[in-house]
């Protein structure tokens, strides 16, 4: 089976500026979760999404918004890009709850 | 929220050595205990994993005890080799009731010296 894909890999954006991230899940997984890895926060939840539907949010402003497709695979958003904001993105995919398996991660870095 | 503390941050053991990484959480409602290896410029790998109604897991060089009373769970990794340093994180779940999120650790760098 085909891993879980994120695209693009690298991104360099600006302040102010917005960036959509995608992600598709490992075959016939619905649940996408996104987290934000950086070096002082570590690995941390953004949100999560099953069968169209965001089941979970973590504590992140409103700039960082997600959807699902039909077809499971996900999109996130961010808006008003902030340096505070690059980082690397990961999506990870479920069968069911819990054995979460990553992609490679979208690396953001907003100048 | 629930907490996830690891130790150590780094680790350091010689080829042939076993490593040992120490987590403890805070929410008594968890019930999902996995175990990811990061190398470097890659996503996490889960390595395996370990349910609480299950007290020790192993795959072969690696094994997971978990203790809940104590709300602690260990990574022993036993004859060590080169290509298992990496960053390694211990992670948390309650289940159905959070979904599929993940609390995690905050990372151990294991560095096997040949």
């Known amino acids: 089976k085909a891993g879980v894909t994120q695209t693009p890999r690298y991104l360099i954006k600006t302040r102010g500026q917005q960036v959509t991230l995608s992600c598709s899940p490992i075959s016939g997984h619905r649940s996408v979760s996104w987290y934000q890895q950086t070096p002082g926060q570590g690995l941390q939840f953004l949100f999560e999404y099953f069968s169209e539907t965001q089941r979970n949010k973590g504590n992140f402003p409103g700039r960082f918004s997600g959807r699902q497709f039909s077809n499971s695979r996900s999109e996130m958003n961010v808006s008003t890009l902030e340096l505070g904001d690059s980082a690397l993105y990961l999506c990870a995919s479920s069968y069911l709850y819990n054995e979460q398996f990553f992609g490679p991660g979208t690396r953001l870095t907003v100048l | 929220g629930e907490n996830v503390e690891q130790h150590p941050s780094t680790l350091s053991v010689q080829e042939g050595d076993s490593a040992v990484i120490k987590c403890t959480y805070s929410?008594?409602?968890?019930?999902?205990f996995p175990w990811y290896k990061q190398e470097l410029g890659k996503g996490p790998q889960l390595i395996i994993d370990i349910r609480s109604n299950v007290g020790e897991k192993k795959d072969q060089r690696i094994a997971v005890t978990l203790n809940k009373t104590a709300k602690h769970f260990s990574l022993h990794i036993t004859e060590t080799q080169p290509e298992d340093s990496a960053v390694y994180f211990c992670?948390?779940?309650?289940?159905?009731?959070?979904?599929?999120?993940?609390?995690f650790g905050e990372g151990t760098q294991l560095t096997v010296n040949p």
């Open positions: 929410d008594s409602a968890s019930n999902y």
């Open positions: 992670a948390v779940s309650a289940g159905p009731t959070s979904g599929s999120r993940l609390t």
